[in-house]
């Protein structure tokens, strides 16, 4: 079962890792979001733009090996569902993280352009806007993260990897959290709005204490039972 243990502690680090990357992404360019003139903004603090890219590749990059590093022990509870996890919250969230980075590195040279007083400036401030909060980003990307999460957290659920109260709590949250995509898609509000956070902070928490727990716990040994019964039996019977 150490090989599984490992498992489930590197997974637990990778999801802290993701996470503290993107709340550092948000407060370095925190600023910026509530600038008046963003690309006068993002002109005079160029830096903290490239770092907030940074900082949300290394959170894609991250949080993409999860189901890559997840998908040998979730596969031998069902295929199916642990290959569309790696899809899901692998493949299409990273590049839904890579999206958002040359989103916001594009605004650097948009910036200076703005600032030698092109004619067009109110095109480029529009531009700008939509480069920087990428609403149809986000909200695709919102979407790609709850569909993979639930069938991760239902696999995690029948299978009892984890105790059911914690699955469960991913499987509520991530509802609320495909509810706040589909809104933000149809523009009820913005990716960053308070109402986006609040409807995403359930599954936030619940990731994190679920991180602690892989990292602590590991996996429930009982439910590895699959894989012990394709161990062959060596020295035949005693």
């Known amino acids: 079962m150490s090989k599984n243990r490992n498992i489930a502690r ?6 802290i ?4 990357a993107g709340i550092l992404s948000r407060v370095v360019t ?5 600038a008046q003139d963003l690309l006068a903004s993002i ?17 894609g990059s991250v949080l993409a ?32 993280y890579m999206a958002i980075v040359v989103s916001w ?37 919102m979407i790609v993260f709850s569909l993979g999460g639930l069938m991760f957290y239902y696999l995690l659920y029948r299978s009892k990897l984890v105790p059911r109260w914690l699955s469960g709590w991913g499987l509520v949250g991530l509802i609320f959290g495909l509810a706040a995509g589909l809104l933000v898609m149809f523009g009820f509000f913005s990716p960053t709005s308070t109402i986006s956070d609040v409807l995403q902070i359930p599954i936030g928490v619940q990731e994190m204490i679920f ?28």
């Open 43 to 59: 002109s005079a603090h160029g830096n903290q733009v490239t770092l907030g890219a940074l900082l949300v590749m290394v959170m």
């Open 105 to 141: 590195l594009l605004l650097l040279p948009l910036s200076q352009v703005y600032q030698v007083g092109a004619p067009d400036a109110s095109s480029l401030r529009a531009l700008g806007n939509v480069l920087f909060a990428t609403k149809e980003i986000a909200s695709f990307g």
């Open 17 to 20: 890792i993701g996470t503290v």
């Open 65 to 96: 090996m999860v189901p890559v590093v997840a998908y040998p022990v979730l596969r031998k509870h069902d295929e199916g569902l642990a290959l569309g996890y790696v899809v899901f919250r692998g493949a299409l969230e990273g590049v839904y």
């Open 211 to 238: 991180a602690v727990w892989l990292i602590v716990k590991g996996f429930n040994p009982s439910a590895m039972a699959p894989e012990a019964a394709t161990q062959p039996i060596v020295g035949g019977s005693r």
């Open 10 to 15: 590197t997974m637990g680090w990778l999801f």
């Open 30 to 34: 925190g600023s910026i979001s509530g």
